[in-house]
């Protein structure tokens, strides 16, 4: 072996880590929001967790990944420590598929068919089909699979490169003499934990002890612990990801290693401790790479098997070893982790921005209440809800420009704009309602009240927009258009009510019935009424928006109040009749 095969052993892990990136970042968009459907089910059932955990890794191809999500989804409080461990444990038993895949490496027959199992023969074709998806289609679904189809091409070539680098090694006596320290189990289990911890790989640590094996050079005695070793270093890549995060999401990293470390360490017991009495006659034979495969999965299902009725003890000894100390446990409303997985990411950001309406329509419906009911409670109420939004929207607006700035769907594309929006048009609401609730307390402070012809006009205004704003939360909540399509007319309804409530207000000035004091409180919580139903239109239009990917809300407005269809025409007369002022 010379210096050109090292260049080449180099190149081939090139290959694999990129094809695999590649791989993992096209299946994650091709998986979308079913992956927030699949967590949304979680469930305290430790069988649903692992299969979750293995349908999860299986679909981005890498445990490492799915570790630094959960870490990322803990740490924001979406998810609850206890939930993470069947996952951990499924997402060990997924990383497996990656060491089967590979093993087709090692096919040797005759037969056309099977010879086209080999990665040297199929991967070239693989990569042309995926070539001519990229190339030919402008579906972005279908270039996301020909990105996979290219991906995997580049991951096995990757694989091939490094067989035919270390191929030479079966010739060379210091690899041989070498190759003797690692009889030594726990040197074994070092080599193949640092040897992964540095490539932040098990994936690709175990695809070159499959090249390795590929020369007869390996025996049983020396993959067995190497390979128990790879999952332990495979913990580096979680480690690394919960610096700077709260004493739960380290814990998911603790127990990840607590996983692997105590598996490693029952399963070699076990092992030698039966070489020991029965004498394995197989243990220093040569290993193949499907062999390897097979180790390596009848690890962690072995150690999944044995340590899943003790999950509540991994979760004791994670708190054991990182103790609360008696310090408040504070969640980060997103962390920055999710921006790895941008499906699961944009999901999180839809609902905090659903989060952010219930509370906008809150806070409104609160000051609503109080302007003929007033109380200090309600006005700290609403202050502290508003301030909640303030800060809400500030770091839900800097989450989402980072999330545009990486590779999206064009659906979850539309979705972060919208939600750029939204969050902006809920966070003014709930600056009307203290607006309002400030027009309540100067009026309680300087003893001024409305008229009961006033009053009753503005209860009638008031019920407009809780409706509106009930609305407009539903609509945005459940994504319906059918329901946004009803704001738009009774926004109109509404600035109907606010000039009708107005030219009254005239007419009572006029007649000595109301004084001028009363008209600035009127004016300016009318004018704050109508800039809440123009918030719930704009939300209302982005709804629509999404659903036609072309539709600019200024054209979309212009023609629906042009043309008045006939849903629009029914819809604004059934709200006229409902809300009407008294002579």
């Known amino acids: 072996m010379n210096i050109f095969s090292i260049c080449t052993l180099c190149g081939g892990l090139a290959f694999f880590l990129f094809g695999m990136h590649v791989m993992s970042q096209s299946l994650e968009k091709i998986a ?44 924001s409080g979406i998810m609850q420590l206890e939930q993470t461990v069947g996952v951990i444990m499924g997402s060990n038993i997924g990383t497996t598929l990656t060491a089967w895949l590979l093993s087709t490496a090692g096919i040797k027959s005759d037969n056309i068919f099977i010879s086209m199992l080999k990665p040297e023969n199929f991967a070239p074709i693989v990569a042309l089909i995926g070539i001519i998806m990229l190339m030919m289609s402008k579906n972005k679904k279908k270039q996301d699979i020909g990105t996979i189809l290219v991906g995997f091409a580049v991951l096995m070539y990757g ?65 067995i612990p190497i390979i128990m070793g790879q999952n332990i270093g495979t913990c580096v890549t979680a480690l690394l990801s919960s610096i700077g995060v709260n004493k739960n999401a380290k814990r998911v990293t603790v127990v990840h290693m607590s996983f692997n470390i105590i598996g490693t360490i029952v399963c070699l017991t076990a092992f030698y401790g039966l070489d020991a009495l029965i004498h394995f006659s197989f243990v220093d034979k040569h290993i193949g790479a499907v062999e390897i495969a097979a180790v390596h999965s009848i690890f962690n299902i072995v150690t999944t098997l044995i340590l ?56 409104l419906q609160e000051t609503l209440k109080a302007m003929f009911d007033y109380t200090d409670k309600a006005v700290r109420s609403v202050e502290e809800k508003e301030q909640k ?22 659906s979850d594309s539309r979705i972060v704009t919208e939600l750029l929006h939204s969050i902006s048009d809920f966070e003014r609401i709930s600056d009307h309602a203290i607006n309002m609730i400030e027009i309540a307390q100067e009026m309680e402070r300087n003893d001024q009240s409305f008229s009961d012809n006033a009053r009753s006009d503005f209860s009638t205004l008031f019920a407009a927009l809780t409706e509106i704003s009930d609305l407009t939360v539903r609509a945005f909540s459940e994504s319906s258009i059918d329901t946004a399509l009803n704001v738009e007319p009774l926004e109109e309804v509404i600035d109907g009510l606010t000039a009708a409530i107005r030219d ?3 007419a009572r000035l006029r007649s000595g019935e109301c004084s001028p004091e009363l008209g600035v409180y009127l004016s300016d919580l009318l004018i704050n009424c109508e800039r ?28 629906l109040k042009a043309q008045r269809s006939e849903q629009f025409i029914e819809a604004f007369n059934s709200f006229n009749q409902k809300y009407r002022l008294s002579a």
Request: glycine share 6%.
């Open 504 to 506: 009254k207000h005239i």
């Open 308 to 363: 899943l009725p003790f999950s509540g003890q991994l979760v004791s000894l994670a708190k054991k070893l990182i103790p609360d100390h008696g310090t408040v446990q504070e969640n980060v409303l997103l962390d920055n982790r999710l921006i790895s997985t941008p499906p699961l990411a944009v999901s999180q950001c839809k609902e905090k921005t659903i989060e952010m309406a219930i509370d906008a329509k809150e806070a």
């Open 159 to 223: 694989m091939e490169l490094m067989k035919n680098a270390v191929s030479p090694l079966a010739e060379m006596e210091g690899f041989s003499k070498l190759l003797t320290a690692f009889k030594n189990p726990l040197l074994s289990v070092a080599f193949g934990a640092l040897f992964t911890g540095i490539i932040q790989s098990s994936a690709a640590s175990v695809g070159i002890l499959q090249a390795l094996a590929l020369t007869g050079t390996i025996s049983y005695r020396m993959a």
């Open 389 to 410: 939004l303030d800060d809400m929207e500030d770091k839900l607006s800097t989450f989402l420009l980072e999330l545009s700035t990486v590779s999206l769907t064009d």
């Open 532 to 559: 809440v139903s123009d918030h719930c239109s704009n939300v209302a239009v982005s709804i629509i928006q999404i659903s036609k990917a072309n539709l600019n809300s200024h054209v979309y407005l212009n023609e």
């Open 32 to 75: 979308g929001g079913k992956l927030e459907a699949t967590l949304k089910k979680m469930t305290s059932n430790p069988f649903k967790s692992l299969a979750l955990g293995a349908g999860i890794t299986i679909a981005v191809q890498s445990s490492s990944a799915m570790t630094v999500m959960l870490v990322g989804l803990v740490n």
